[in-house]
C-alpha cells in the first residue's frame, strides 16, 4: 500500500493516464508550453504532476513531448530558486 492507503501500481496507472494526456496535448499544441507558444500558469502544475511520476517505473521524463518540456521547465531560472530554496535534491522529474 502506498501513502494514501491505495496500492502503489493503482495509484500509478491513475497518474500514468493523466501523464500521458499532458503528453498527447504537447504534442497538439505546436509547443513548447502547454497553451502553445507562449508560457501560462498550467505549465508548472503540468510541472508538478510530471515531478510526482519520477520513482515510477515510466516516469514523465521517458514520454516523447514531455521529456522536452521537463528540461525548459528545468532550465527556468524560477524553477532552479523553487528547489535550490527548498533544498530539493536531484531526480527533480
Given at each position: 500500500m502506498g501513502a494514501?492507503?491505495?496500492?502503489?501500481?493503482?495509484r500509478e496507472a491513475?497518474?500514468?493516464a493523466l501523464v500521458d494526456q499532458v503528453d498527447a496535448h504537447l504534442a497538439q499544441s505546436g509547443?513548447?508550453?502547454m497553451l502553445g507558444a507562449h508560457f501560462s500558469a498550467l505549465?508548472?502544475?503540468?510541472?508538478?504532476l510530471c515531478r510526482w511520476t519520477?520513482?515510477?517505473a515510466r516516469p514523465a521524463r521517458?514520454?516523447?513531448?514531455l521529456k522536452p518540456f521537463l528540461e525548459r521547465m528545468l532550465a527556468r531560472?524560477?524553477?532552479?530558486r523553487a528547489?535550490?530554496?527548498e533544498k530539493i535534491a536531484p531526480p527533480f522529474v
Open positions: 494514501l492507503g491505495r496500492p502503489q501500481g493503482r491513475r497518474i500514468a509547443g513548447p508550453w505549465d508548472p502544475y503540468a510541472f508538478m519520477r520513482g515510477f521517458s514520454l516523447p513531448h531560472p524560477a524553477v532552479q528547489f535550490a530554496t
